[in-house]
């Protein structure tokens, strides 16, 4: 059974910057897209940005543009996400969530990290 | 940008109704684009539902969705006690790329 594990919750001050993890097991890695998606406290779903992990090319959202950052690690079938000059807005859970090659579709998601961001 | 609105915000009720819920776009979807999760306090979304009307694996038939153009809906036909939670539409654009999410129906026992 396929997994994805995120890394843990993370605690940080406005203007910082927050990188999270998303490790997938099994060996399917590069066959599948990979994005993340955050949730704010009591909010609706927000999608932020996706990686093509065999190829390295990335796509964000307009809103994020020029913050966001998502990176892939083939040996260690690991994505990451890097949000930078954090705001109290950005206080969310983060999700990876696998697609199947242009399925338009997120088929598996990571139990979720927590950033907090607070003075 | 295609907006979803999901209606109703809350829907109230009983274990064995038949729950429906809709989705409307701002412009015409591809049906092939659009999806439903099913989400429960602490837990991430689940796929229920894509291409509109394709069942997820292991999604039970009681659940069933529909529609095209702007207007889609997700029913559920008789209310089983673990059905009860936030439900979000979403849809896959082309220009710009990117993926929208209604802003979540929120299903509770009466």
């Known amino acids: 059974q396929v997994l994805v594990m995120q890394s843990g919750a993370e605690v940080k001050k406005p203007g910082a910057s927050v990188k999270v993890s998303c490790k997938a097991s099994g060996n399917t890695f590069t066959s599948y897209y990979m994005h993340w998606v955050r949730q704010a406290p009591g909010q609706g779903l927000e999608w932020m940005g996706i990686i093509d992990p065999s190829r390295g090319n990335t796509g964000y959202a307009q809103k994020f543009q020029g913050r966001v950052t998502v990176t892939r690690d083939t040996s260690t079938s690991t994505v990451y996400l890097e949000l930078s000059s954090l705001r109290s807005e950005d206080t969310a859970v983060y999700y990876c969530?696998?697609?199947?090659?242009?399925?338009?579709?997120?088929?598996?998601w990571g139990q979720g990290t927590p950033v907090t961001v607070s003075s | 940008e295609i907006v979803l609105t999901q209606s109703p915000g809350t829907l109230s009720l009983s274990p064995g109704e038949r729950a429906t819920l809709s989705c409307r776009a701002s412009?015409?979807?591809?049906?092939?684009?659009l999806v439903w999760y099913q989400q429960k306090p602490g837990q991430p979304p689940r796929l229920l539902i894509h291409?509109?009307?394709s069942r997820a694996t292991g999604i039970p038939d009681r659940f069933s969705g529909g529609g095209s153009g702007t207007d889609f809906t997700l029913t559920i036909s008789r209310l089983e006690p673990e059905d009860f939670a936030v439900y979000y539409c979403q849809q896959y654009d082309t220009s710009p790329r990117g993926y929208t999410f209604g802003q979540g129906t929120k299903l509770e026992i009466k």
């Open positions: 291409g509109a009307s």
């Open positions: 412009q015409s979807v591809n049906s092939r684009s």
């Open positions: 969530a696998r697609e199947g090659r242009d399925t338009n579709y997120f088929d598996l």
